[in-house]
């Protein structure tokens, strides 16, 4: 026996020695050298350090959305006030609001919010070809604030003890990646979710939470695929290839390892082609393997009750609040004592079909908002988002005339309750749903056919244009349906003397003449709306006529052109003559959306001009 105790050495593989001195000889009676296992569990995991990095992400997310909503809450402040002030002002009186009073808000926009990545291109798509889409590029903004997120994950995870054995750093390396992945998973679901509470809040689109959804997924996988890789590299070197395929028949790792497999899965099937060449294929299979990651990690972290237990509980939970949540909106908006929704579908010229659907109940939707359409026996429980281009509400049958009598009471002198409402929508003919409601729509008697679906929404309608003294619209295609309703509005108000707008000019672009058949009934209750002559002008530009004479210009305030806009030229135009604060807004081809966006960052200087793009990148 040695004299005095043993000490404890450990080398850089992790080895522990029972030695006196690294040169001295082990007796044969002392136990063989041991590799510790850092292969499970929290063994060389820094989890004071873990926590520490999880609480920086969520402060980074916290005071990213603070700083959000401060700047929200203080153009809502503005705008309020330039409401207020300008409900009774002419024109003159609203030249206050037309000029900037500093150079910082309007480079800010210029260089950073209103800013592409690079020229010009941001929604128009990559294509390889006909066939291949690749998508399109984030704004300079969006690309800020991924780029920071990305490095500050980088950053995290790269913060180890380098002076620990080799197996020890692989093992921190783990338990780093795996909770950041986790933590991370948190604000994925959410801003996938289609109730995400941030969109009212910060007044954010679905769409841009969309992109970030997107490449924070793309982050989540990489960390996932770190942590199973870094458990793999210190599994064989604490024991072999063979234990490593042995110990995934555990319950514990083989939930792991089925998790890791999902999560690859789904960035696999996501990029752009995948999405855009077989979309409705993608979403079935995206939400099979995304609910699939969730057990299996819930059952990874739950059999060792591993400290961030926690996070796949409320992961879990986030999930299903949004389906129990978008499952009683539907069954609320479409299922009455009255009866339930009906559809009606009418063939359009130019492929398109006109879908006006009867709810049993009232429906107030801001201009602006979309829904979700569900038509289970065109495509069995699909739902494609759709701008509403028009809503009217019903009024309850009035008391027959025996039953009527003199208001003897406070509930007698209230007004009939609305009790039903109709929503249409205008859908261009594409691939899978809509290229079978069409077909369907143009073999049926008189074009057209009923049926039972559901609505789910509204959705947004969080952009009020009622502060704005001059509004130019620009509307390509089918974005027309997100244009009307504010048009609608905008002349209402006009009349009623509640909006500060005075001016109101629409560019429609279309194809054919054909295709202005589409929202055809609603123009005309609109051009009969009072006080339509004195604030709407409205300029067609037809880009294929089939003849010189279809383009004739019906009045003053109703134009024709043929051929495409130039969207500067007009922009420019309406800035010289605009009436107070001016709002451009866009929807339409991505091609249209950068021209319009590239024509107001060139004036945003030189007027108080606020654009808005209405978009659904998937």
């Known amino acids: 026996m040695f004299p005095h105790a043993l000490a404890h050495l450990e080398n850089r593989d992790g080895l522990t020695l029972n030695s006196e001195a690294s040169s001295t000889a082990l007796p044969s009676s002392m136990p063989t050298p041991k590799r510790l296992d850092y292969t499970s569990g929290l063994s060389g995991v820094n989890q004071t350090q873990n926590y520490v990095f999880r609480n920086s992400l969520w402060i980074t997310l916290g005071l990213l959305c603070v700083a959000v909503l401060l700047l929200r809450f203080a153009q809502m402040f503005n705008a309020h006030l330039r409401h207020i002030f300008s409900l009774s002002a002419d024109s003159k009186q609203q030249q206050f609001w037309s000029k900037n009073h500093s150079t910082l808000w309007p480079n800010l926009k210029s260089y950073l919010l209103y800013a592409p990545l690079w020229k010009k291109r941001h929604n128009r798509e990559m294509r390889l070809s006909t066939a291949i889409n690749m998508g399109t590029l984030p704004s300079r903004f969006h690309t800020t604030i991924l780029l920071l997120y990305m490095i500050s994950n980088i950053a995290y995870c790269c913060v180890l003890d380098l002076n620990q054995p080799r197996s020890a750093v692989i093992a921190e390396l783990r338990g780093r990646t795996g909770t950041l992945a986790l933590v991370n998973m948190i604000p994925l679901i959410v801003l996938a979710g289609r109730n995400n509470p941030l969109i009212a809040m910060l007044r954010v689109s679905f769409d841009t939470y969309n992109l970030l959804h997107r490449w924070m997924g793309r982050i989540v996988v990489i960390e996932s695929a770190v942590h199973t890789a870094a458990w793999a590299v210190n599994k064989v070197l604490n024991s072999s290839w063979g234990h490593l395929w042995h110990s995934l028949k555990t319950p514990y790792l083989l939930a792991g390892g089925i998790g890791t497999i999902a999560m690859v899965l789904l960035m696999i099937q996501s990029p752009s082609p995948v999405r855009h060449a077989f979309y409705e294929t993608f979403l079935h299979i995206h939400i099979f393997l995304a609910l699939t990651a969730i057990v299996a990690i819930w059952v990874h972290l739950d059999i060792p009750k591993l400290p961030v237990l926690p ?308």
């Open 311 to 618: 996070c796949i509980w409320a992961i879990a939970l986030l999930w299903a609040l949004d389906r129990i949540i978008r499952l009683g909106r539907i069954l609320y908006r479409n299922v009455a004592r009255s009866g339930s929704t009906t559809v009606s579908v009418q063939a359009l010229p130019g492929e398109a079909c006109r879908v006006t659907l009867d709810m049993p109940r009232p429906w107030t939707f801001k201009p602006g908002s979309h829904v979700y359409l569900y038509l289970p026996s065109i495509a069995f429980w699909q739902s494609h988002p759709f701008s509403v281009a028009w809503g009217e509400d019903i009024p309850a049958p009035s008391q027959d005339e025996e039953n009527e009598k003199l208001p003897s009471n406070v509930h007698d002198l209230q007004l009939p309750a609305k009790s039903r409402a109709t929503i249409s929508l205008v859908i261009h003919k594409r691939t899978g749903m809509t290229a079978k409601l069409y077909d369907r729509a143009k073999i049926s008697p008189n074009g057209s056919f009923k049926v039972r679906g559901f609505a789910e929404g509204p959705y947004g309608g969080h952009e009020s244009l009622h502060s704005y003294g001059t509004v130019l619209m620009f509307a390509g295609g089918i974005g027309i349906t997100h244009q009307v309703p504010h048009i609608r509005d905008l002349v209402q108000g006009y009349s009623n003397g509640t909006v500060a707008t005075r001016k109101v000019v629409l560019v429609w672009i279309v194809k054919t003449t054909e295709h202005l058949e589409w929202v055809r009934p609603w123009m005309d209750v609109i051009l009969q709306l009072p006080g339509r002559r004195e604030i709407l002008k409205i300029l067609l530009f037809i880009t294929k006529p089939r003849s010189p004479r279809e383009v004739v210009s019906p009045s003053a305030t109703v134009q024709m052109y043929p051929g495409r806009p130039n969207p500067q030229v007009i922009l420019d135009k309406e800035v010289e003559d605009r009436v107070g604060a001016m709002a451009v807004t866009v929807c339409g081809p991505g091609s249209l959306a950068d021209s319009v966006r590239d024509a107001a960052r060139k004036r945003v200087d030189v007027a108080s001009l606020d654009f808005i793009e209405e978009s659904f990148t998937w």
